[in-house]
């Protein structure tokens, strides 16, 4: 087997990818995105529904239907348009 050396900001952002999509470690869920970018499979997205994330999403789902706050479609337009605006103002775009 061979190894990959990543710069340390790399790793600490595939590290927190890796535990936020439920892998093992670092290690397994860098061979999947190199597997699927080698593969041409990006567009196959069942890897990314870890039974954690599964059971996140059932959780929103019933936060929703007990009657907790959602947001229109407008709403959430809104929102990303101030935050990419705020980071373009930040990095000078």
């Keep these: 087997m061979h190894q990959v050396q990543l710069p340390e900001r790399l790793y ?18 860098v061979a999947q995105v190199v597997g699927q970018d080698l593969a041409g499979e990006a567009e196959d997205f069942d890897s990314l529904f870890t039974p954690e ?4 999403l059932d ?3 019933a936060e929703i239907k007990s009657g907790a706050k959602t ?8 929102h990303f348009q ?3 605006d705020a980071w373009r103002q930040r990095h000078g775009s």
Aim: hydrophobic share 35%; no cysteine.
């Design 82 to 84: 101030k935050r990419g």
């Design 12 to 29: 600490k952002e595939a590290e927190r990818r890796a535990a936020e999509a439920g892998f093992a470690n670092v290690d397994d869920y």
């Design 53 to 56: 994330r599964l059971a996140e």
């Design 59 to 61: 959780q929103v789902s």
């Design 71 to 78: 947001y229109t479609m407008d709403e959430v337009g809104e």
